[in-house]
């Protein structure tokens, strides 16, 4: 499957690719948690980054979609769209003014790398530094709102992502943990398989541990 990330990565560069994949996992977390949705309550904002429809809203679903199809044209790398993403599109109800919570994730996402991508007047080369921050990215290319609530969505930018970071380590250390412990039984049932003896495991117990003789053993079979 050639897709719009593996294409950028050859195109643009391993930067630039990484840093469009965290700016997308911020951007999905910070809209909807991640969360395939409408806006509530009854807002324009649709599907995991909450692109708008044009009713009510700016319409950033269609260009973000035309800015999707034009990446696979001669205007942009050409190749091949994904067919099973090609399907989806021709199954939107209105690809006109396109609902996202209609397409799935992958393909939401796959949407979101080719509108930054093909985006006028967005530096993805500097994207994540401190010419375009990634907090940058996110207040002005994407929610790009009124401006007297900006602070207010700054700081919740820094709550959001802050958290979400903390929750990637805590499940980073947990998997650690885990591995470490599953070495750990490995490694004892190596030891106990070259090491099995009764004495030793009734003695650990703290328990004596008296065979039958071979004379009782034989008497007992009898």
Known sequence: M???????????????????????AEVSMLESKGRNIPQYPRGPGRGIFQYEISKGGSGASTSALNRYKRFYS???????????????LKNLS??????????????????????KEQKGGFPLDALGT???????????????????????????????????NREEDRKIQEINDTQMM????????????????????????????SPFPEKLMKEYKE
Do not use: C
């Open 2 to 24: 050639q897709t719009v990330i593996d294409i950028i990565r050859k195109q643009r560069g391993e930067q630039q690719a990484d840093m469009l994949k965290v700016h997308a």
């Open 74 to 88: 001669d205007k942009g790398y050409g190749g091949t769209m994904p067919a099973e993403y090609a399907k989806e």
């Open 94 to 115: 209105n690809p006109e003014d396109p609902d996202f919570t209609e397409l799935s994730p992958e393909l939401q996402t796959e949407i979101f790398y080719a509108d």
């Open 130 to 164: 401190d010419a375009f921050t990634l907090e940058d990215a996110w207040l002005d290319e994407h929610w790009g709102g009124k401006e007297e609530v900006r602070e207010y969505k700054k700081d919740y930018y820094n709550k959001t992502i802050d958290g979400y």
């Open 182 to 209: 599953l070495n750990g039984k490995i490694e004892a049932s190596k030891i106990a398989a070259l090491d099995f003896d009764m004495n030793n495991i009734m003695e650990d117990l703290g328990q004596d541990y």
